[in-house]
């Protein structure tokens, strides 16, 4: 059942004072910053995924097997931990 215009205002005026009382646990309410901490996870895992294509390439041109295979696992690790990270966004 929708909300009459009435409960409307009144809910949009007690979220402004909630944000002008606290706008920490406002913005928490809100998820802005859980939003912006599984971006930043994402990112980093992206930047990890490649340095591991950086090692990967590196065992490959100077034939050490154990290198490229350790980036297959770097990558194969940060992909899976930026995937958690973005379908954990509320």
């Given at each position: 059942?929708?909300?009459?215009?009435?409960?409307?205002?009144?809910?949009?005026?007690?979220?402004?004072?909630?944000?002008?009382?606290?706008?920490?646990?406002?913005?928490?309410?809100?998820?802005?910053?859980?939003?912006?901490?599984?971006r930043?996870?994402?990112?980093?895992?992206?930047?990890?995924?490649?340095?591991?294509?950086?090692?990967?390439?590196?065992?490959?041109?100077?034939?050490?097997?154990?290198?490229?295979?350790?980036?297959?696992?770097?990558?194969?690790?940060?992909?899976?931990y930026?995937?958690?990270?973005?379908?954990?966004?509320?």
């Amino acid at each position: 059942m929708p909300l009459s215009e009435e409960e409307l205002r009144l809910l949009e005026q007690m979220e402004r004072a909630l944000s002008e009382e606290d706008p920490k646990f406002a913005s928490t309410l809100r998820g802005s910053t859980l939003r912006r901490a599984a971006r930043q996870r994402a990112i980093l895992a992206g930047l990890v995924f490649f340095g591991g294509i950086a090692l990967l390439m590196t065992g490959a041109v100077t034939e050490m097997i154990p290198v490229a295979v350790c980036g297959f696992v770097v990558m194969l690790a940060s992909a899976t931990y930026a995937l958690s990270a973005l379908r954990s966004r509320p």
